[in-house]
C-alpha cells in the first residue's frame, strides 16, 4: 500500500503541484504586494518633493527677512515713504499669504520688530507644515515595513515548495534505480 501512495507518478504530481502553487504565490501574492510597495514608495516621493519645496520657501522668507531688515533701515535713513509703502505691503502680503492673524500692533509705517516677527510667523508656519508631512512619510513608511515581511516569508515559502517539488521529481529517477 505505501509502495503503491508513493508510485513515481505520485511523487511527480505532488512535485509539479508544489511547483505550480511556488509560481502562483511568486507571481500573484507577491507582485500584488510590490504594487503596494510602489504605491507607498510613489507617494513618499511626492511628499518628498512636497517637504523640499517647504524648506526652498523657508530658506526663501529668511532671505527677504535680511533684505527686509535691510530695506527698513534705509526707509528709517532716508525717511522715503516710497520704501515704508514696500515694506507695509511685502508684509501684508505675507500674513495673506500664510494666513497669519494680523498683529494687533501692526500700523502703517512697520518697523524691523514688526518684520521679524511676522516673517517669523510665517516661517515657523512652514515648519509646522513640514513637520505635519513628515509625519505623513512616517506613516507610509511603517506601512511598507509589514508588507515587506510578509514578501519575505512568502519567498521562502515559494522557494521551499520550489525546493520540495523538485527533489519530489527527481524521486522517481531515485525509486528506479
Request: aromatic share 6%; hydrophobic share 45%.
Amino acid at each position: 500500500m505505501l509502495k503503491k501512495c508513493l508510485s513515481p507518478w505520485v511523487l511527480v504530481m505532488v512535485g509539479i503541484v508544489f511547483n505550480i502553487v511556488a509560481a502562483v504565490i511568486s507571481n500573484h501574492y507577491i507582485s500584488l504586494n510590490n504594487d503596494k510597495l510602489h504605491r507607498l514608495q510613489d507617494e513618499i516621493s511626492r511628499i518628498d518633493v512636497r517637504i523640499n519645496s517647504f524648506w526652498q520657501e523657508s530658506q526663501t522668507i529668511e532671505r527677504k527677512k535680511e533684505f527686509m531688515l535691510l530695506f527698513a533701515q534705509l526707509g528709517q535713513l532716508t525717511h522715503d515713504p516710497l520704501v515704508k509703502q514696500q515694506i507695509s505691503h511685502f508684509t501684508e502680503r505675507l500674513i495673506e499669504e500664510y494666513q497669519l492673524n494680523q498683529p494687533a500692533n501692526l500700523t502703517s509705517t512697520v518697523d524691523s520688530r514688526q518684520i521679524i516677527d511676522i516673517i517669523d510667523t510665517s516661517r515657523n508656519k512652514i515648519i509646522n507644515d513640514i513637520d505635519d508631512i513628515y509625519l505623513d512619510r512616517i506613516m507610509l513608511e511603517k506601512q511598507q515595513r509589514p508588507i515587506n515581511d510578509a514578501n519575505s516569508r512568502l519567498m521562502i515559502i515559494a522557494l521551499f515548495l520550489q525546493m520540495f517539488g523538485l527533489i519530489l521529481v527527481l524521486a522517481k529517477d531515485l525509486q528506479k534505480h
